[in-house]
């Protein structure tokens, strides 16, 4: 998938975080946990949107 910007629902920073590629047999509308390097929290990300948990469209 390569490299993934998103925004930090807690900071408002701008975060830059690496999605391996899915792997054959993985459910592609999942959602992978990363720790975010601004709050140090754990966020949401859809593999196929791209997108955080509970994002706004």
Known sequence: MGNLIFKCP???????????????????????TVVCKACTRLHFINRDTR?????KE
């Open 10 to 32: 807690r900071t408002g920073m701008n975060v830059q975080h690496w999605l391996e590629e899915p792997k054959p047999g993985d459910p592609t509308c999942s959602y992978e």
């Open 51 to 55: 997108k955080l948990l509970g994002e």
